[in-house]
């Protein structure tokens, strides 16, 4: 006895706890964070309290919030916040609605199904440089679709949706393209799991077809459709490849979101500290929105 | 002297030549010799030219060039590399953006090559002007061209009952014409240099004001010099926009165009005139690549220059490396930027043979292969010497240009001049605009 005592009080000594093991685990994790994370946004911070010129020799100097006071008495910024909102929601409705109607498509059996899902999952895998690429082709009236098709039956005219009125579609519309094929998958995955006796008793208590999807179909898709909304919110406010292949911003800065004036300011106008404080209000933004889906929508379906 | 002793003293002194055989067989000694890697950067242009030019230089000098193109927005992208420090060594660049490079410390200027004044004996006097910045000059002639020479589209123009008569003298016969076109039927007149790249509407204003002979900034003070005399050259070329734009005559998309599709735009034959590369005179007639081909010429000079120097520049970069290497450099740049191991301007001559890429050289421009490349180009005979002479004239913006905010009041110049003709704006208060714009510049960088 007098043995086995200390050692198992070495044993109990060498057993991490669950905090110990998780930081274990999760400390390259953390090391990796904090070189390509924290780094970049510290010193983000730094520009965003500096103006810093490169040109007559490197220098800096500290201003304060003046680079904040600026970006928000700045009325592009607000402009192009705009802009960035319509795109975002337009861009997001689409990617979802698509998804959805690509999941539920091809939950139902036809013939060559992996064909038809291989098909469908291609736009997901165009870079966005080439997706704006075909997108601007084909909303030129110089090169596009309805171009084409009103001269195929003999009219003339040159319909033109490279405009201010409509870039902000053309641009929601390339985006979703490509996003919501991915969408697509996930509802196709969770379609799959749901019960196919569900549908035998909504059949036997006489439901409609819409009334099925509404109370059998959508229920066990909610979160997942919570959670790409949230995805497809977040990469649509930063969306940059897209809009600088094909409206670059323009006509004007009619398509000019804050990625894009972020870019501009930044790179071109190289007027870094002005562009890190600018950074940090579309970064506000996008925690605000995400924070708004969650509080609104999203905790409810953890709840469910 | 004895025959023996005329054998040894032979061999000995063929002996001592031998080391200087190589550079006996060639002009100049451009073999690398660090056994490092050059690294240059091209945007995508004929990337399979460079690409087969580099291979030759590294068949022919043993280099160990690292060629690869950047995809995106060029300028901006070399920026961030020069500022990073990254392995960059010989880039292109235009004069405006040569010069901001300057300032920032990175660049070699050609001046340090062993070659520079023959280099500058050789260049054409207008560019040796445009490229050369603090009396250096800052890099070696890529291609160097016209940019707004005012195609036009014979086959339409000489349908609406027009000949080479009619030709405009001057911008403002030019956009008066243009309406005269329109009621005689044509439907679109003109593709002006609107389009969307950042050398796109901005050099499009630059252009015109300058052919109408307001520099826009002091060449030499950098001070604004535009003014808002409705009889000025800025407010006459605003006005003209203006009342363009509102005519309906120009599709808004142009505004979104890259130059690629303002090039197909014109080469699909809706339009009749635009201000257009003048190298690109060769596109336009080639069948196959245009509806027009054949039928292309450019306007001739009469009262007014047209356009402005287009160039760009292969630069050095200045990085901390070893000695050895930055020689690597200067060879390379050298031998791809002027002239070959055997004196040949060999890369220029490709560039003028596959793409009629202008050059600033004399013996390019003056050589009857060049001549003869032209003429090959063109859709009449007599057009090489209306190309030539526009070419020659074509006036740089060296208060705007030779400056190192250029680059800067470049995009400012983008997003008002869209933003004039989308929202009807004042022309005075635009003019005001720019001239407060040149003036905050200038503080800012203390000019």
Redesign the interface.
């Known amino acids: 006895m007098a043995t086995i005592a200390p050692q198992k009080a070495k044993a109990r000594r060498r057993e991490l706890t669950d905090g110990q093991f998780a930081l274990m685990i999760g400390l390259p994790v953390i090391l990796l964070l904090i070189v390509i994370v924290a780094y970049p946004l510290a010193y983000s911070a730094w520009m965003a309290f500096h103006r810093i010129l490169f040109f007559g020799g490197y220098r800096t100097k500290f201003v304060g919030f003046k680079n904040f006071a600026t970006v928000l008495n700045d009325p592009e910024f607000w402009w192009c916040t705009w802009v960035t909102i319509r795109f975002t929601v337009e861009s997001v409705i689409l990617t979802m609605l698509l998804g959805l109607a690509i999941g539920l498509l091809l939950n139902r059996p036809t013939r060559f199904g992996g064909v038809w899902r291989t098909l469908v999952f291609l736009p997901w895998c165009v870079s966005l440089y080439g997706a704006g690429l075909m997108f601007a082709y084909l909303a030129r009236g110089q090169t596009g679709l309805p171009t084409a098709i009103l001269a195929h039956l003999g009219m003339q005219n040159v319909p033109d949706f490279m405009t201010t009125r409509t870039i902000v579609e053309v641009l929601a519309i390339g985006s979703s393209w490509t996003m919501a094929p991915l969408v697509g998958f996930f509802v196709l995955a969770n379609l799959k799991t749901i019960p196919k006796r569900l549908y035998d008793l909504a059949a036997i208590d006489q439901l409609t077809p819409l009334e099925t999807f509404w109370n059998v179909t959508l229920p066990p898709l909610r979160f997942t459709l919570f959670v790409f909304t949230s995805i497809a919110t977040v990469l649509s406010m930063k969306l940059f490849d897209l809009i600088f292949v094909l409206s670059a911003g323009g006509p004007g800065d009619a398509s000019s979101t804050l990625t894009y004036q972020l870019y501009k300011v930044s790179f071109i106008n190289l007027n870094l500290g002005y562009g890190a404080a600018m950074s940090f209000f579309l970064l506000l933004f996008i925690i605000g929105l995400t924070m708004s889906l969650y509080l609104i929508w999203g905790r409810r379906e953890k709840q469910i | 002297m004895k025959r023996r002793e005329f054998g040894t003293l032979a061999a000995a002194l063929g002996l001592a030549a031998a080391p200087f055989g190589r550079a006996f067989a060639s002009v100049a000694d451009l073999e690398a010799a660090s056994g490092k890697p050059v690294y240059f950067r091209g945007w995508q242009f004929a990337p399979e030219v460079v690409q087969s030019n580099v291979k030759r230089y590294n068949d022919l000098e043993h280099g160990k060039i690292d060629y690869a193109t950047v ?3 060029y300028p ?1 992208i070399m ?2 590399s020069l ?1 990073a420090k990254a392995d960059l060594d010989v880039l292109y660049a235009n004069p405006s953006t040569a010069v ?1 490079y300057y ?3 990175w660049v070699l200027p050609a001046e340090t090559l062993p070659a520079a004044a023959e280099i500058k004996a050789d260049m054409l006097p207008q560019f040796l002007d445009a490229w050369s910045y603090d009396g250096k000059l800052l890099g070696l002639s890529y291609f160097a061209s016209t940019r707004g020479c005012v195609h036009t589209n014979l086959l339409a123009y000489n349908k609406a009952g027009m000949t080479d008569k009619d030709f405009p003298a001057d911008w403002d016969a030019l956009y008066d014409q243009i309406y005269a076109l329109h009621d005689k039927g044509v439907a679109t007149p003109i593709l002006p240099h609107w389009f ?3 050398y796109g509407i901005s050099w499009g204003f630059v252009m015109e004001v300058l052919n109408r002979g307001n520099p826009v900034a002091d060449p030499t003070t950098h001070k604004p010099t535009m003014t808002v005399d409705p009889n000025g050259p800025a407010y006459k070329t605003l006005a003209q926009w203006k009342k363009l734009w509102k005519s309906k005559l120009v ?3 142009v ?4 130059e690629s ?1 303002y090039i ?2 014109f080469a ?1 034959g809706r339009y009749v005139f635009s201000p257009q590369q003048i190298y690109d005179v060769q596109t336009m007639n080639t069948p196959g690549r245009s509806q027009i081909a054949g039928h292309v010429t450019i306007l001739p000079i009469v009262k007014q220059t047209w356009g402005l120097i287009d160039s760009a520049l292969y630069l050095m970069t200045n990085r901390k490396r070893p000695e050895a290497q930055t020689d690597d450099v200067k060879k390379f740049a050298s031998w791809y930027g002027f002239k070959d191991g055997d004196g040949k301007t060999f890369v220029a001559d490709r560039w003028m043979d596959t793409h009629m890429l202008f050059s600033a050289y004399k013996s390019v421009m003056n050589s009857p292969a060049t001549e003869a490349r032209i003429k090959k180009a063109v859709a009449r005979p007599g057009d090489y010497e209306v190309l030539l002479d526009v070419y020659k004239q074509t006036p740089f913006p060296v208060g705007i240009w030779r400056v ?1 905010w250029s ?2 009041f470049n ?1 400012f110049l983008k ?1 008002t001049l ?2 004039f ?3 009807d704006g004042d022309i005075a208060d635009t003019i005001k605009s720019m001239n407060d714009q040149i003036d905050s510049l200038n503080d800012k ?2 000019i």
Request: avoid cysteine; charge should be negative; charged fraction near 30%.
């Open positions: 995809t995106g927005d901006a920026e961030q500022i901001r300032e920032g410390g969307g790249d950042w599709p808004q998309e505004l979104t165009y890259n599709a197909d735009a699909s190192v680059e800067e995009s997003d869209s933003k003709l989308l929202n960088y203390g």
